[in-house]
């Protein structure tokens, strides 16, 4: 079982950054690769970037390379999200996820996470 909290959205203007912070209250997070995704109201909930089980390697949809950059604190049990250069079209609540799956390529999909956060609220104003 896995407990995930998500925190540190806000309101922010066009160019700022932000960082998201995930963390497990239950669960070790090193036996889970681990996911971002975003869900702006009237969309469906989209992939933003994943982090692998074992020696991290980190994966983004296109729309955020460069940009937002996912690491995590085992030790802290923590997953992290930097946004940098934030856009308008980065509104949205952002999730992070879990996963046991090994696969690389099943880390883009929704229903490889098994665990999901509540959400946390970010919002770039033009």
């Known amino acids: 079982q896995l407990r995930l909290s998500e925190s540190g959205g806000g309101l922010v203007q066009a160019g700022d950054s932000l960082t998201l912070s995930c963390t497990a209250s239950e669960g070790d997070f090193s036996d889970f690769a681990l996911g971002w995704f975003r869900q702006a109201p009237g969309e469906d909930r989209e992939y933003v970037g994943a982090i692998t089980r074992v020696y991290d390697f980190t994966y983004y949809r296109d729309s955020v390379k460069g940009r937002f950059t996912i690491s995590r604190d085992l030790a802290k049990n923590t997953l992290y999200l930097q946004m940098t250069n934030l856009q308008p079209e980065d509104t949205a609540m952002y999730y992070c996820?879990?996963?046991?799956?090994?696969?690389?390529?099943?880390?883009?999909?929704?229903?490889?996470?098994?665990?999901w956060g509540q959400g946390t609220q970010v919002t770039v104003s033009s």
């Open positions: 996820a879990a996963t046991t799956s090994w696969y690389i390529n099943s880390l883009s999909q929704r229903s490889a996470y098994d665990y």
